[in-house]
C-alpha cells in the first residue's frame, strides 16, 4: 500500500516562504512531484525532479521555488520563497513508482498568501 504524506502549508504573507514536505512509504518512487489547484481552475505541474536529481519547474515558479528530495527517506520537499497571492492553492505531491510506473497522489495541503 503506497501512502503519501505531506505537511508544511498555512498562512504566509506576500514574499514569504514556506516549505512543503511529501513522505511516501510503500515503494520507491523515480519521479516525484507537486501539482497545485487553485479554486476555479485546473490542476497544474508546480515542479518535479526524477530520482537522479533531474528537475523541471512551471514557469510561474521558477527562480522562486526549489524542488529537492531525500532518496533515502522517500521524501520530495518543496522550498517556497518570494511567495505572491496567486500561489494561492491546494499543492499535491505525486510519486512514480519505480518497479511499476504507478502514479499515487498525496491529500493536499493548502498554501494561502494573504496580507
Known amino acids: 500500500q503506497v501512502q503519501l504524506v505531506e505537511s508544511g502549508g498555512g498562512l504566509v504573507q506576500p514574499g514569504g516562504s514556506l516549505r512543503l514536505s511529501c513522505a511516501a512509504s510503500g515503494s520507491i518512487s523515480s519521479f516525484m512531484g507537486w501539482n497545485r489547484q487553485a479554486p476555479g481552475k485546473q490542476r497544474e505541474l508546480v515542479a518535479g525532479i526524477a530520482r537522479g536529481g533531474v528537475t523541471n519547474y512551471a514557469d510561474s515558479v521558477k527562480g522562486r521555488f526549489t524542488i529537492s528530495r531525500d532518496n533515502a527517506k522517500n521524501t520530495v520537499y518543496l522550498q517556497m520563497n518570494s511567495l505572491k497571492p496567486e500561489d494561492t492553492a491546494t499543492y499535491y505531491c505525486?510519486?512514480?513508482?519505480?518497479?511499476?510506473?504507478?502514479?499515487?497522489w498525496g491529500q493536499g495541503t493548502q498554501v494561502t498568501v494573504s496580507s
Open positions: 505525486y510519486i512514480t513508482t519505480l518497479y511499476d510506473s504507478q502514479t499515487y
